[in-house]
Protein backbone atom coordinates (compact mmCIF):
# COMPACT_ATOMS: atom_id res chain seq x y z
CA UNK A 1 0.00 0.00 0.00
CA UNK A 2 2.87 2.40 0.93
CA UNK A 3 4.15 2.03 -2.61
CA UNK A 4 1.17 2.56 -4.03
CA UNK A 5 0.77 5.97 -2.31
CA UNK A 6 4.19 7.02 -3.58
CA UNK A 7 3.51 5.54 -7.03
CA UNK A 8 0.23 7.53 -7.07
CA UNK A 9 2.00 10.94 -5.68
CA UNK A 10 4.82 10.26 -7.74
CA UNK A 11 2.06 10.58 -10.66
CA UNK A 12 0.53 13.85 -9.36
CA UNK A 13 3.84 16.14 -9.30
CA UNK A 14 4.53 14.21 -12.73
CA UNK A 15 1.55 15.73 -13.88
CA UNK A 16 1.88 19.08 -12.46
CA UNK A 17 5.06 19.67 -13.66
CA UNK A 18 4.05 18.59 -16.68
CA UNK A 19 0.86 21.32 -16.75
CA UNK A 20 3.37 24.22 -15.71
CA UNK A 21 5.96 23.20 -18.29
CA UNK A 22 2.79 23.48 -20.75
CA UNK A 23 1.42 26.84 -19.31
CA UNK A 24 5.51 28.45 -19.63
CA UNK A 25 5.81 26.95 -23.25
CA UNK A 26 1.97 28.67 -23.76
CA UNK A 27 2.99 31.93 -22.74
CA UNK A 28 6.39 31.76 -24.52
CA UNK A 29 4.42 31.47 -26.92
CA UNK A 30 1.80 34.06 -26.42
CA UNK A 31 4.77 36.50 -26.06
CA UNK A 32 6.82 35.61 -29.37
CA UNK A 33 3.24 36.50 -31.29
CA UNK A 34 2.26 39.79 -28.91
CA UNK A 35 -0.11 41.86 -30.99
CA UNK A 36 1.82 45.48 -32.42
CA UNK A 37 0.89 48.13 -34.32
CA UNK A 38 3.82 49.18 -37.00
CA UNK A 39 4.42 52.46 -38.38
CA UNK A 40 6.13 52.27 -41.79
CA UNK A 41 7.93 55.13 -43.60
CA UNK A 42 7.77 54.21 -47.17
CA UNK A 43 8.75 55.75 -50.82
CA UNK A 44 5.09 57.67 -52.23
CA UNK A 45 5.77 55.13 -55.58
CA UNK A 46 5.49 52.09 -52.90
CA UNK A 47 2.10 52.94 -52.09
CA UNK A 48 0.08 50.99 -54.20
CA UNK A 49 1.92 47.26 -53.75
CA UNK A 50 2.66 47.89 -49.81
CA UNK A 51 -1.10 48.80 -49.41
CA UNK A 52 -2.07 45.29 -50.85
CA UNK A 53 1.41 43.95 -48.97
CA UNK A 54 -0.10 45.10 -45.60
CA UNK A 55 -3.30 42.73 -46.85
CA UNK A 56 -1.37 39.70 -47.39
CA UNK A 57 0.34 39.70 -44.34
CA UNK A 58 -2.81 40.21 -41.96
CA UNK A 59 -3.71 37.18 -43.01
CA UNK A 60 -0.66 35.65 -41.73
CA UNK A 61 -0.48 37.80 -38.91
CA UNK A 62 -3.73 38.89 -37.42
CA UNK A 63 -2.34 40.23 -34.52
CA UNK A 64 -0.18 42.63 -36.05
CA UNK A 65 -0.81 45.87 -37.93
CA UNK A 66 0.49 48.35 -40.45
CA UNK A 67 0.32 52.03 -40.63
CA UNK A 68 1.48 53.70 -43.39
CA UNK A 69 3.22 57.42 -44.11
CA UNK A 70 3.73 57.70 -47.43
CA UNK A 71 5.88 60.90 -48.54
CA UNK A 72 9.06 61.55 -50.61
CA UNK A 73 12.05 59.32 -49.49
CA UNK A 74 13.72 62.90 -48.47
CA UNK A 75 11.26 64.08 -46.67
CA UNK A 76 10.78 60.99 -44.74
CA UNK A 77 14.53 60.58 -43.88
CA UNK A 78 14.39 64.06 -42.68
CA UNK A 79 11.10 63.36 -40.30
CA UNK A 80 12.93 59.82 -38.95
CA UNK A 81 16.25 62.47 -38.02
CA UNK A 82 13.81 64.55 -36.09
CA UNK A 83 12.25 61.65 -34.17
CA UNK A 84 9.27 60.44 -35.60
CA UNK A 85 8.04 57.73 -33.94
CA UNK A 86 8.88 54.65 -36.83
CA UNK A 87 9.43 51.61 -37.42
CA UNK A 88 10.39 50.83 -40.32
CA UNK A 89 11.80 52.87 -43.70
CA UNK A 90 11.57 51.80 -46.76
CA UNK A 91 12.97 54.16 -49.33
CA UNK A 92 13.45 54.88 -53.10
CA UNK A 93 17.47 54.89 -53.00
CA UNK A 94 19.97 53.32 -50.86
CA UNK A 95 21.23 57.45 -50.06
CA UNK A 96 18.37 57.98 -47.74
CA UNK A 97 18.90 55.08 -45.77
CA UNK A 98 23.02 55.22 -46.10
CA UNK A 99 22.69 58.57 -44.40
CA UNK A 100 20.07 57.17 -41.33
CA UNK A 101 22.56 54.22 -41.19
CA UNK A 102 25.51 56.36 -40.65
CA UNK A 103 23.90 58.28 -37.79
CA UNK A 104 22.92 55.01 -36.41
CA UNK A 105 19.55 55.58 -36.33
CA UNK A 106 19.13 51.42 -38.46
CA UNK A 107 19.34 48.13 -37.39
CA UNK A 108 21.82 46.85 -39.90
CA UNK A 109 21.34 43.55 -39.75
CA UNK A 110 17.46 43.99 -40.95
CA UNK A 111 18.07 45.93 -44.05
CA UNK A 112 17.11 44.18 -47.17
CA UNK A 113 16.32 45.43 -50.67
CA UNK A 114 13.41 44.57 -51.83
CA UNK A 115 12.62 46.05 -55.49
CA UNK A 116 14.04 48.03 -58.17
CA UNK A 117 12.67 50.94 -60.87
CA UNK A 118 13.03 52.26 -63.88
CA UNK A 119 12.70 55.98 -64.93
CA UNK A 120 10.39 56.45 -68.38
CA UNK A 121 9.37 59.83 -70.07
CA UNK A 122 5.42 60.09 -69.77
CA UNK A 123 3.37 62.69 -71.63
CA UNK A 124 -0.67 63.31 -71.12
CA UNK A 125 -2.66 60.64 -72.69
CA UNK A 126 -3.37 62.37 -76.09
CA UNK A 127 -0.13 64.54 -76.35
CA UNK A 128 1.77 63.96 -79.36
CA UNK A 129 4.48 66.94 -78.80
CA UNK A 130 6.56 64.36 -77.59
CA UNK A 131 8.07 61.03 -78.68
CA UNK A 132 11.60 60.73 -77.06
CA UNK A 133 14.10 62.27 -74.72
CA UNK A 134 15.55 64.08 -78.04
CA UNK A 135 12.05 66.22 -78.13
CA UNK A 136 12.51 67.92 -74.82
CA UNK A 137 14.71 70.43 -76.43
CA UNK A 138 12.05 71.56 -78.97
CA UNK A 139 10.57 75.18 -78.26
CA UNK A 140 7.44 73.27 -78.86
CA UNK A 141 7.93 71.56 -75.20
CA UNK A 142 7.34 74.31 -72.43
CA UNK A 143 7.20 72.20 -68.98
CA UNK A 144 8.98 69.37 -68.18
CA UNK A 145 8.31 67.59 -64.73
CA UNK A 146 10.29 66.16 -62.40
CA UNK A 147 11.23 65.28 -58.72
CA UNK A 148 13.23 68.02 -56.97
CA UNK A 149 16.72 66.14 -57.43
CA UNK A 150 17.95 67.33 -53.72
CA UNK A 151 15.02 65.23 -52.01
CA UNK A 152 13.40 63.05 -54.49
CA UNK A 153 15.23 59.87 -55.69
CA UNK A 154 12.89 60.09 -58.73
CA UNK A 155 14.41 63.25 -59.60
CA UNK A 156 17.84 62.64 -58.82
CA UNK A 157 17.64 59.81 -61.10
CA UNK A 158 16.05 61.94 -63.92
CA UNK A 159 18.35 64.46 -63.38
CA UNK A 160 21.36 61.99 -64.12
CA UNK A 161 19.38 60.83 -67.03
CA UNK A 162 19.07 64.45 -68.51
CA UNK A 163 22.89 64.99 -67.63
CA UNK A 164 23.63 61.64 -69.32
CA UNK A 165 22.07 62.76 -72.28
CA UNK A 166 23.24 66.03 -72.45
CA UNK A 167 19.70 67.86 -72.31
CA UNK A 168 20.60 69.07 -68.73
CA UNK A 169 21.86 72.79 -69.68
CA UNK A 170 19.70 73.16 -72.61
CA UNK A 171 15.92 72.46 -71.16
CA UNK A 172 16.70 74.54 -67.61
CA UNK A 173 13.99 77.21 -68.07
CA UNK A 174 11.49 74.38 -68.55
CA UNK A 175 11.80 71.99 -65.65
CA UNK A 176 8.86 72.29 -63.12
CA UNK A 177 10.63 70.55 -59.72
CA UNK A 178 7.65 68.41 -57.53
CA UNK A 179 7.66 67.12 -54.10
CA UNK A 180 7.24 63.70 -54.51
CA UNK A 181 7.51 61.30 -58.12
CA UNK A 182 3.53 61.00 -57.51
CA UNK A 183 3.05 64.97 -58.48
CA UNK A 184 4.69 64.72 -61.26
CA UNK A 185 2.62 62.13 -62.77
CA UNK A 186 -0.42 64.29 -61.66
CA UNK A 187 1.15 67.42 -63.06
CA UNK A 188 1.47 65.31 -66.72
CA UNK A 189 -1.84 63.76 -66.08
CA UNK A 190 -3.39 66.65 -65.97
CA UNK A 191 -1.46 68.57 -68.65
CA UNK A 192 0.42 70.84 -66.78
CA UNK A 193 3.33 69.37 -68.27
CA UNK A 194 4.36 68.71 -71.53
CA UNK A 195 6.10 65.59 -70.69
CA UNK A 196 7.55 64.01 -66.77
CA UNK A 197 10.29 61.62 -65.41
CA UNK A 198 9.14 58.95 -63.06
CA UNK A 199 9.43 55.57 -62.63
CA UNK A 200 7.54 52.96 -64.56
CA UNK A 201 5.65 51.74 -61.78
CA UNK A 202 3.80 55.11 -61.34
CA UNK A 203 2.58 54.92 -64.81
CA UNK A 204 -0.08 51.87 -63.86
CA UNK A 205 -2.16 54.04 -61.30
CA UNK A 206 -3.39 55.93 -64.39
CA UNK A 207 -4.71 55.93 -67.73
CA UNK A 208 -3.71 59.76 -68.47
CA UNK A 209 -0.68 59.46 -69.28
CA UNK A 210 1.63 57.19 -71.46
CA UNK A 211 5.52 56.14 -71.41
CA UNK A 212 7.27 57.55 -74.87
CA UNK A 213 10.59 55.99 -73.85
CA UNK A 214 12.02 54.31 -71.03
CA UNK A 215 15.88 56.39 -69.58
CA UNK A 216 18.71 53.77 -70.52
CA UNK A 217 19.78 51.44 -67.69
CA UNK A 218 23.29 53.19 -68.09
CA UNK A 219 22.41 57.05 -67.79
CA UNK A 220 21.84 56.77 -63.85
CA UNK A 221 22.51 55.11 -60.51
CA UNK A 222 20.87 51.76 -59.87
CA UNK A 223 17.28 52.27 -59.02
CA UNK A 224 17.69 50.28 -55.69
CA UNK A 225 14.62 49.92 -52.98
CA UNK A 226 16.39 48.93 -49.61
CA UNK A 227 13.73 48.22 -46.27
CA UNK A 228 15.28 48.66 -42.69
CA UNK A 229 13.72 47.99 -39.25
CA UNK A 230 15.15 51.77 -36.88
CA UNK A 231 16.68 51.15 -33.74
CA UNK A 232 13.71 53.47 -32.06
CA UNK A 233 11.28 50.95 -33.02
CA UNK A 234 9.01 49.63 -29.94
CA UNK A 235 8.52 46.14 -31.77
CA UNK A 236 12.04 44.90 -33.28
CA UNK A 237 11.40 41.87 -33.40
CA UNK A 238 7.99 42.07 -35.42
CA UNK A 239 8.97 44.73 -37.80
CA UNK A 240 12.04 42.33 -38.60
CA UNK A 241 9.54 40.15 -39.26
CA UNK A 242 7.53 42.36 -41.54
CA UNK A 243 10.81 43.15 -43.55
CA UNK A 244 11.66 40.04 -43.49
CA UNK A 245 8.18 39.79 -45.52
CA UNK A 246 8.44 42.32 -47.68
CA UNK A 247 11.34 40.32 -49.00
CA UNK A 248 9.90 37.15 -49.50
CA UNK A 249 8.05 35.35 -52.69
CA UNK A 250 4.58 36.57 -51.51
CA UNK A 251 5.24 40.19 -50.94
CA UNK A 252 7.55 40.07 -54.08
CA UNK A 253 5.17 39.16 -56.15
CA UNK A 254 2.84 41.83 -55.02
CA UNK A 255 5.33 43.94 -56.59
CA UNK A 256 5.94 42.41 -59.28
CA UNK A 257 2.06 43.02 -60.10
CA UNK A 258 2.51 46.71 -59.29
CA UNK A 259 5.28 47.13 -61.65
CA UNK A 260 8.59 46.61 -59.79
CA UNK A 261 11.24 44.05 -60.23
CA UNK A 262 12.96 41.47 -57.62
CA UNK A 263 16.53 42.72 -56.69
CA UNK A 264 19.47 39.83 -55.51
CA UNK A 265 19.68 40.75 -51.86
Known sequence: MLNLR????????????????????????????????????????????????????????????????????GTLQRQIEQGAPVDIFASASPREMDALQAKNLVLVETRRNIATNEVVLIVPQDSQTVSGFGDLTAPRVKRIALGEPASVPAGRYAKETLVSLGLWDQIQPKLVFAQDVRQVLDFVAAGNADAGLVYRSDTQITDRARVVAAAPESSHSPIVYPAAVLKASRHPDQAKQFVEFLAGPEAQAALARHGFVRTAD
Request: proline share 1%; with cysteine.
Open 6 to 73: YRRTGVALSAALTAVLALGSCEGSSRSQESARLTVSAAVSLKESLQEIAGLYHRQQPQVSITYNFAGS
